[in-house]
């Protein structure tokens, strides 16, 4: 299904590229305003996808984000976007009490606004956006849990590096409702740091070595918990799922560390939104219903693909 998807998705890319620019274009701008730090490599996916989007489309789009994942910094950037007077506006519901007023704001203003990655269909809906494209986080995280019960897991750590982030520990909620067992104490907030989250990860495991399994939400986290499974020797013995795909999370499936990892889909979370708001406003026309990016689940057996355009568009 994976490779159905990207196929039409790049056989599309060379279509419009061969046909030129798009009929009764009129110089539109797209902004998405993402809530990810410089350091998440995860969202350098969204970054080409939107500038392949942008380039296959041709419209003028651009990629903001608060430098430290601050969400207060993000709120003031979305605020700014809306005052240069792009043609719409692309973001995620990171906390929605922060972001809810300014999306607001910009949809009050005329500006059509979808939204993207983090966030829910009815929050988009509750703040006037046009759409909601992204995966429904707790039922990813259901869908992970029932998975690793079918594999006998019990217990599980999870590894939160967004804490600030309400909707993404939706994904450890839903892994605790789908094992069957109460969240509890297992969700740690790890911090952006690589060396403070191995360092979290180990005095976890340390002090709950009956731990059955761990879950990470996304290459931040991800990748340090590796390193810290390797240095106590549980790589490969602990079951390990993840959210996201990045190099190392894909080399840790292939060695056997990862059982998998739990594709979004983000290269469509940034694509789709610059095609639905080019053709709304070019045509008139919109998708009827939000669309959903995931979750799909990536194991050792479906990595030809993956490998290929890992960091890039997966």
Not at 157 to 185: K, M, Q, T, W, Y
Request: with cysteine.
């Amino acid at each position: 299904m994976k490779k159905s998807v990207l196929g039409t998705v790049l056989a599309a890319a060379v279509a419009a590229v061969s046909f030129g620019a798009p009929a009764y274009a009129d110089g539109e701008r797209y902004v998405l305003v993402s809530h990810a730090p410089d350091s998440d490599s995860w969202w350098n996916t969204i970054r080409n996808a939107l500038t392949l989007a942008g380039d296959q489309m041709g419209v003028e789009v651009e990629y903001r984000n608060p430098p430290t994942g601050d969400i207060a910094d993000m709120a003031r950037i979305i605020e700014q976007a809306a005052a240069s007077g792009p043609d719409g506006i692309i973001t995620t519901i990171a906390d929605f009490d922060v972001l809810g007023g300014p999306i607001s704001a910009a949809v009050d203003a005329g500006i059509d606004v979808i939204i993207m990655n983090s966030g829910t269909p009815d929050q988009a809906r509750e703040l006037g956006a046009l759409m909601y494209v992204g995966q429904p986080e707790y039922d990813a995280g259901y869908a992970a849990g029932l998975r690793a019960a079918g594999d006998g897991v019990t217990s599980f750590l999870c590894v939160n590096h967004v804490i600030s982030n309400p909707i993404v520990a939706e994904r450890c909620a839903g892994f605790a409702d789908g094992l069957g067992v109460e969240l509890g104490n297992s969700m740690i907030d790890a911090g952006q740091d690589p060396a403070e989250i191995q360092n979290r990860v180990l005095a976890y495991l340390n002090a709950n070595p009956d731990t059955d399994a761990v879950l990470t939400l996304g290459p931040t986290s991800a990748d340090p918990t590796i390193l810290a499974l390797q240095q106590n020797g549980l790589a490969g013995d602990i079951y390990f799922g993840t959210f996201d795909l990045g190099e190392n999370i894909v080399q840790g499936i292939r060695d056997g560390i990862i059982e998998w990892g739990i594709d979004q889909q983000p290269f469509l979370q940034a694509y789709l939104p610059v095609v639905v708001l080019t053709n709304y406003h070019r045509y008139g026309v919109l998708p009827g219903n939000n669309i959903n990016s995931g979750p799909g689940f990536i194991t050792a057996d479906a990595l030809e693909m993956v490998e290929m355009f890992a960091g890039e568009y997966r």
